[in-house]
């Protein structure tokens, strides 16, 4: 995708979950925590700061895992997944980086909505 067609797409995703959710528009940070929730399939419940943070990390290692960097190794006793880095990412510039993950983060809620579409 280019850029322009990635900040076209970012730009509705933002809008349809601030709608979906009545919040104002998510950035990255937020859009990462709510695949993180959604990761974990725990649903709706409050998280401490550490947690908040352990999400994120699970949907970055998610997102990641498109492109062969992380493979998932498996749940904890708690039900958390717990991934494995297959080979280091790339040393993106921070454009570069705001770009990937935006794309990846399309590209799960567009996969999560066909998803939906076939159930």
Known sequence: MKASEINKKWAALQAHTADQFDMEMPDIKIML????????????????????EELMHIATCRLFSSMGFYELEGLDQDG?????????????????QEMIIKSLIIDYFEDAASMDGVV
């Open 33 to 52: 925590f709510l695949i993180g929730v959604q990761e974990l399939g725990k649903g709706p419940m409050k998280f401490s700061k550490r947690q908040k």
């Open 80 to 96: 958390w997944p717990h991934w494995r880095l297959l080979k280091p990412i790339p040393n993106y510039t921070l454009l570069e």
